[in-house]
């Protein structure tokens, strides 16, 4: 069955540096969001992208982040110059068709992304 | 405020026995509602989805119900088994232009042997 996949699973850095957190959507799926979720907290959702440019994005995706599909499988989140308060999970999703009632969106596995 | 409330925050059980789990939401305009199960470090996985003409739906051992009118929904673990530990997330989508996801907090379910 087609998944998605993340790598690293878990990435360690220090604060300042900049990290890429990599996802391979599942082949025939056209849209791809990116979550986070700090430990014990609530799901957050970052930013959803389509047609090689951002469709929708929270407050908390701001400058620091980026998105990119460099090629035809990879999805990339890039985060500049960490801070301690990114340390979390972040998920990677997609979905074969636009938000909608019925659209179901599949996860990756997650980076665990923990600046020190 | 659009916002999903999930009790309880935690539950513990016996294997076999049968849980219901609460979800409470304010979002409108209402579009569907979701269930996920999400394991220790892992990502959410789809249980259901229900749009508001839908009162229940059924994933195995899982039944999830929705009462559009009093804005609740229950998801109900029969015959629980030790896999069934996780975290069950309501989700709420807004039907709104990007059909925004509304997350609840989860509850966090330990079954025991």
């Known amino acids: 069955e087609p998944e998605v996949t993340q790598t690293p699973s878990h990435q360690v850095t220090q604060m300042g540096q900049e990290v890429i957190l990599r996802c391979v959507p599942i082949?025939?799926?056209?849209?791809f969001y990116w979550y986070r979720q700090i430990l014990g907290q609530k799901v957050e959702f970052l930013v959803s992208?389509?047609?090689?440019?951002?469709?929708?994005k929270s407050e908390i995706f701001d400058d620091q982040f980026s998105v990119e599909r460099p090629d035809g499988s990879n999805f990339t989140l890039k985060i500049r110059s960490t801070k301690l308060e990114d340390s979390a999970m972040y998920f990677c999703?997609?979905?074969?068709?636009?938000?909608?009632?019925?659209?179901?969106?599949?996860f990756g596995p997650g980076t665990r992304l923990t600046v020190l | 405020k659009n916002q999903v409330e999930q009790s309880p925050q935690s539950l513990i059980i016996l294997e076999g026995k049968n849980c219901t789990l609460q979800?409470?939401?304010?979002?409108?305009?209402?579009?569907?509602l979701r269930w996920y199960k999400q394991d220790t470090g892992r990502g959410p996985v789809s249980l259901t989805i229900m749009t508001f003409s839908e009162n229940t739906k059924s994933n195995g051992r899982y039944t999830a119900t929705l009462d559009a009118d009093t804005k609740q929904s229950s998801l109900h673990i029969t015959a629980s088994q030790l896999s069934d530990s996780a975290s069950y997330i309501c989700v709420v989508s807004a039907d709104d232009s990007n059909y925004q996801l509304i997350w609840g907090a989860g509850t966090k379910l330990i079954i025991k042997p």
């Open positions: 082949s025939n799926h056209l849209y």
């Open positions: 979800c409470n939401y304010t979002v409108s305009p209402f579009s569907n």
């Open positions: 992208f389509y047609n090689n440019e951002i469709s929708e």
């Open positions: 999703a997609s979905s074969e068709l636009a938000p909608s009632s019925y659209n179901e969106q599949f």
